[in-house]
């Protein structure tokens, strides 16, 4: 038989695997125009390398082999436009999302060269933040197992990717316990939405305004430390306590295994 490519011939010219070829066969997406009886030999022609670049053309858009094959199987040129439609929807989607994905990046390598700069760790100051859109839990959080936890509840009940976690997790603490010397126990696990595009009904703000602040180099377990000098700082100035205080962590365990590069921004939030 003349025109005819063996099966290796095939994925070579092509730039495949003999693998991929056998697969496409088995499920009728590209079969050998002949195959030897006597040994089991496959062979191609040319008229089937059309066939094959339009396989791996749609597939690099990302269509699944059975989109391909119904394609295939019913050829017209308004099914494959709206194919094609459909894909540079697909394709736009994904691209936005890769969009947030680097500009979240981008804030956490700004954040932690920033927080590498920071001399004056444990020195209490004010600051005016603006309105921060976040996606909130509510619950009692009081050991690291219990924040892992939630904050696996807070994934799953408002659909969210883990791209969204890259430094963006805060916690908490009443300002009743606050009040009351109370540094041990969160009731709050949050996400900073940053896009403002989250459709939850975990939906919440963190108020904008003015808050005391403090940058803090040690684990949670010393959290008394850096939560007495605020309180001190804010008693001193004559600032009163206007809701929850809100731990940033910034630098962790899971960026550094050094534990003097830990780091937290400790925020209470205040009216003259």
Do not use: W
Request: aromatic share 10%.
């Amino acid at each position: 038989m003349d025109n005819k490519f063996s099966i290796g011939e095939m994925a070579k010219l092509h730039n495949t695997t003999i693998k991929t070829l056998h697969h496409y066969h088995k499920i009728d997406l590209l079969v050998p125009i002949y195959t030897d009886q006597n040994n089991g030999y496959r062979y191609y022609s040319t008229e089937q390398f059309e066939q094959l670049n339009t396989i791996t053309y749609l597939k690099e858009l990302g269509f699944s082999l059975r989109e391909i094959k119904q394609h295939l199987e019913h050829r017209d040129i308004d099914g494959f436009l709206l194919l094609l439609e459909e894909q540079k929807l697909f394709a736009e989607q994904k691209i936005k999302e890769l969009e947030r994905t680097a500009r979240r990046v981008d804030d956490r390598i700004t954040n932690i060269r920033y927080a590498r700069k920071i001399e004056a760790l444990m020195t209490p100051l004010t600051k005016t933040l603006e309105t921060r859109q976040i996606i909130k839990l509510a619950g009692k959080i009081s050991s690291e197992p219990d924040l892992e936890i939630n904050l696996r509840h807070l994934e799953n009940q408002a659909n969210l990717s883990a791209s969204l976690f890259i430094g963006g997790v805060g916690l908490t603490v009443s300002m009743h316990d606050i009040l009351n010397d109370k540094f041990n126990e969160y009731n709050s696990i949050f996400i900073l939405d940053e896009d403002r595009d989250a459709d939850t009904s975990l939906s919440d703000v963190l108020p904008g305004g003015k808050y005391a602040c403090v940058y803090y180099n040690g684990s949670h377990s010393h959290s008394y430390h850096p939560y007495k000098q605020l309180l001190e700082y804010i008693h001193e100035n004559n600032y009163k306590i206007t809701g929850d205080a809100v731990e940033r962590t910034i630098i962790n365990q899971y960026i550094s295994s050094q534990e003097e590069d830990y780091l937290t921004e400790f925020q209470i939030p205040i009216e003259s």
